[in-house]
C-alpha cells in the first residue's frame, strides 16, 4: 500500500509581482518500508518538496494524498496533527530545545500528542536507549557532541512511531566518520521496518538509500533504484 | 475537560521552564508589575482605612444626632447671604426648644471659640472651645478616662469649670495628673473636672473630640464672644435612626413657633444631620478613590506595556523555538497557551511579591495613617495580575501561534 501519493503538485511562491516555481509537476509514490533519497543542486525544488511532503506546507496545485488521507488542503492545526503523529522530523542543525534536556526534547512530540506525564518519560527513556544515550538523558544540547545531538533528534523522530521519518541533510553538519554513524543508525531502523527519506546532495550518502529521486528546476529528473546499495556495518554502532 | 486540564498543566510546565531559562529578564520585566500591584494594593487600602475612620469618627459624634442651626453645613440650595441675614440662635431661643420639645432623649446648646490653653510653662494654641451645658454629654458618645463633665450647678452657675479630649490633656500634662489642676484660657482659670477617653478619630480634626475642650456656655459668653454676634448651634438626640424624622419634623414646627414665623415666612434657621456629613465624606472619599485608583492603574498599565514588549522580544527570539514545537505537531492553541500562560505567570508572581510589598508598607504607614488590608486586597492582587498578564500576553502569542513552521525553522 502507497504511505505517500503524490499527483501533479505544484508549488508557486508570490514575491512581490513575480511567480516563483518551485515546485512545477512533481508526482511519485512511496510505499511503505521503503529508503528513498530526494537529491538536487540547491535551488532544484527539494527543499520545498522535503516540506510538503513533511505536511510543513501544502502545495498550490495538485492532490498529496497521505495514508488515503487528502493532506493538500488541510489547515494548519490539521496539518500539525498530522506531523505529530506520523512525520519524525531529523534536520540538518538537529533543532533541538537548547535549554531542555535530551529526555525533555524526546517528550516534546508525545506532549502535544496528549500523552501523561508517566507514560511519556517511560517511552522518550525507551527511544533514548534505542539510540544509545541511556546514559545523557539529563544532559542539555550543550553538552552533547554533534553525533550525540542527532541521536537525540532520531530518538525525538521515532518516539512517536510515525508513519515516515523524514531527515533533512542529517550529516550536513557532522564530519565524516560520525556521519557515518548516523547513517548506519538510519540503516537500522529501516532494516526494523520503518520508511525513510533523506535529503541530500551528496552522492555517497544517498547511496545508503535503495531508491534515489533527483530534483531539478522543480521537476523529477530521475527516480532510480540503486543498484549497489551501501549497507554499513552494525558492529555496535549505535554505541558512539 | 480533561483535555483541557492536561494542556494547561503541560502549558504551565512548559512556561515555568521559559521563565527559569530567562532568570534576569523575568525579574526586570515582573519589576514593573511589582510596582504596579503594589501601589493599587496600597491606594485601595489606604482609602479603605480612611474610610473607617471618617465612619468611626463620625459615629462618635452620634449618627442619630441633628443639629438645629443659623446655617446651613451641606447641600446649600439656600444662598449664602440669605442665612447670613437670618437672625442668631439665642441662649434663649434654645430654652423655649427645650421646654417645647418632647421627642429628643437629650438636646444642649454649643457655641465654640478658638483659644489659647496654658498650664504653667506649657500652652497649646488653638483649642476648640465648647461652650454647652450638663446635657452635652447625653447628646454623644463619648466616654471619660478620669473625672466627669460638668453638672448642672455648675453649667447654669456658670462656673470655671473645663473638660479636656485626651489630645488636649496629654499635650498639658504629658505625664498625667490634669484632674483638679488649674489651666488659664485667655488669662482667666479654669479647674479640670473630667478628661475623655480618646476617640481616635483623627480624620475630623478640630471636630474630633480629642483635639477639643468642654465648659459651660455662659464662659464663653463671658470671657470669649460677644454673645450677641454668636449664633448657638442645638445639639439634639433622637433615641434611634427610625426616630429622627420625627424629631426633625417637632423641632420645625417647635422653632417656627419659638421663631414668631408666619405661615408664608420660610424658615430662618436650617436642621442638619450626620447623614448630610457621610454623604459629603462618601463623595469626597469616592473621589479620592477614583482618582487614587486611575493614577495607580496607569502604574499597572506601564507595568503591563512592559511585559507586552518583553513577550514580543521573547517570541522573535524564540522563532526558531516555535518552529520546532510546530514542526513536531504544536497546534495554534498550545503554542498561544504557552506564551499566555508565561505572561500570566510572570505577572502573578510580580503580583504577589508586590501584594507582600503593599502589605509591609502599609504597616509601616499604619503608624502615622489608619490603613486597613483585608482579604479584598489578596483577591484583588490575585485577580488583577493574572488579568495583567493575559491581556499583555495575548497579542505576543498570537503573533507566536501564527508562524509558519517552514519560516520559522529557517529563522537564524
Redo the contacts between chains.
Keep these: 500500500m502507497n504511505i505517500i501519493n503524490i499527483e501533479h503538485v505544484a508549488k508557486i511562491y508570490q514575491v512581490g509581482s513575480e511567480e516563483v516555481h518551485a515546485l512545477r509537476d512533481v508526482s511519485l509514490k512511496m510505499d511503505k518500508n521503503e529508503y528513498v533519497a530526494i537529491m538536487g543542486p540547491s535551488g532544484s525544488g527539494k527543499s520545498t518538496l522535503m516540506n510538503i511532503l513533511g505536511c510543513l506546507d501544502t502545495p498550490t496545485k495538485g492532490l498529496y494524498d497521505f495514508k488515503g488521507t487528502n493532506v493538500s488542503q488541510m489547515n494548519d492545526n490539521e496539518l500539525a496533527a498530522i506531523r505529530n503523529k506520523e512525520i519524525g522530523f531529523v534536520f540538518q542543525t538537529f533543532n533541538l530545545l537548547a535549554r531542555s534536556d535530551a529526555l525533555h526534547n524526546v517528550e516534546l512530540p508525545l506532549i502535544y500528542a496528549g500523552v501523561h506525564s508517566a507514560e511519556r518519560k517511560e517511552k522518550a527513556r525507551l527511544a533514548l536507549d534505542h539510540v544509545g544515550l541511556s546514559d545523557r538523558m539529563h544532559h542539555k544540547p550543550n553538552e552533547l557532541s554533534g553525533g550525540q545531538k542527532q541521536r537525540v533528534a532520531i530518538a525525538r523522530a521515532l518516539v512517536t512511531s510515525p508513519a515516515i521519518i523524514l531527515a533533512d541533510e542529517p550529516t550536513g553538519n557532522l564530519d565524516t566518520k560520525t556521519g557515518e554513524d548516523i547513517m548506519t543508525l538510519f540503516n537500522e531502523i529501516y532494516e526494523q521496518g520503518n520508511t525513510i527519506i533523506l535529503v541530500t546532495h551528496e552522492e555517497y550518502i544517498a547511496e545508503h538509500a535503495e531508491r534515489i529521486i533527483r530534483i531539478r528546476d522543480g521537476m523529477i529528473e530521475k527516480d532510480e533504484r540503486v543498484t549497489k546499495r551501501y549497507v554499513p556495518k552494525k558492529n555496535g554502532s549505535s554505541k558512539v | 475537560m480533561n483535555?483541557f486540564l492536561?494542556?494547561l498543566k503541560?502549558g504551565l510546565a512548559?512556561s515555568l521552564?521559559?521563565i527559569r531559562?530567562n532568570k534576569v529578564r523575568a525579574v526586570l520585566t515582573t519589576l514593573g508589575i511589582v510596582i504596579g500591584i503594589a501601589s493599587v494594593v496600597l491606594m485601595s487600602t489606604a482609602v479603605r482605612g480612611i474610610d473607617n475612620a471618617f465612619q468611626t469618627g463620625v459615629a462618635s459624634l452620634g449618627s442619630d444626632n441633628l443639629y438645629i442651626d443659623k446655617w446651613q453645613w451641606f447641600n446649600n440650595d439656600i444662598p449664602w447671604w440669605e442665612m447670613r441675614n437670618r437672625r442668631n440662635l439665642t441662649l434663649a431661643d434654645y430654652k423655649k426648644y427645650k421646654d417645647l420639645a418632647k421627642l429628643p432623649i437629650a438636646s444642649a446648646p454649643t457655641v465654640w471659640s478658638n483659644q489659647t490653653v496654658k498650664y504653667r510653662e506649657r500652652s497649646v494654641e488653638f483649642i476648640i472651645l465648647q461652650g454647652t451645658n450638663e446635657d452635652y454629654i447625653k447628646t454623644t458618645n463619648l466616654s471619660f478616662s478620669e473625672g466627669r463633665f460638668f453638672n448642672e450647678i455648675e453649667s447654669n452657675g456658670g462656673r470655671e469649670v473645663v473638660v479636656f479630649g485626651s489630645e488636649v490633656a496629654k499635650k498639658l500634662f504629658p505625664r498625667g495628673g490634669a484632674l483638679e489642676q488649674f489651666v488659664k484660657i485667655k488669662g482667666h482659670k479654669f479647674k479640670i473636672v473630667g478628661v475623655l477617653s480618646e476617640q481616635g478619630s483623627w480624620v475630623m480634626g478640630n471636630f474630633n473630640p480629642d483635639n477639643q475642650a468642654f465648659l459651660p456656655i455662659q464662659n464663653v459668653f463671658k470671657y470669649f464672644q460677644n454673645e450677641n454676634l454668636r449664633s448657638v448651634t442645638f445639639n439634639v438626640r433622637a433615641e434611634n435612626s427610625s426616630m429622627v424624622e420625627a424629631v426633625k419634623e417637632e423641632a420645625v414646627g417647635i422653632m417656627r413657633r419659638v421663631r414668631g414665623l408666619k405661615y408664608d415666612e420660610v424658615n430662618d434657621f436650617s436642621i442638619n444631620q450626620q447623614e448630610a456629613l457621610l454623604k459629603t465624606i462618601n463623595q469626597t472619599i469616592g473621589v479620592i478613590q477614583i482618582a487614587g485608583l486611575f493614577i495607580t492603574g496607569l502604574s499597572l498599565f506601564v507595568g503591563a506595556i512592559g511585559i507586552m514588549n518583553i513577550m514580543f522580544v521573547s517570541v522573535k527570539e524564540r522563532t526558531?523555538?516555535i518552529?520546532?514545537?510546530?514542526?513536531?505537531?504544536?497546534?495554534?492553541?498550545?503554542i498561544l497557551g504557552q506564551f499566555i500562560s508565561e505572561s500570566a505567570i510572570i505577572c502573578l508572581i510580580g503580583g504577589m511579591i508586590g501584594l507582600v510589598i503593599a502589605i509591609i508598607l502599609s504597616l509601616v504607614i499604619n503608624q502615622f495613617l489608619p490603613t486597613s488590608v483585608d482579604a479584598n486586597a489578596f483577591i484583588l492582587a490575585i485577580v488583577i495580575s493574572i488579568l495583567t498578564g493575559i491581556l499583555s500576553g495575548f497579542a505576543p502569542a498570537y503573533t507566536a501561534a501564527k508562524l509558519d513552521?517552514?519560516e520559522a525553522?529557517r529563522y537564524e
Excluded: Q, T, Y
Design positions: 483535555n492536561f494542556e503541560e512548559i521552564r521559559a531559562a526558531r523555538e518552529g520546532i514545537r510546530k514542526a513536531i505537531g504544536a497546534k495554534r492553541r498550545s513552521p517552514v525553522l
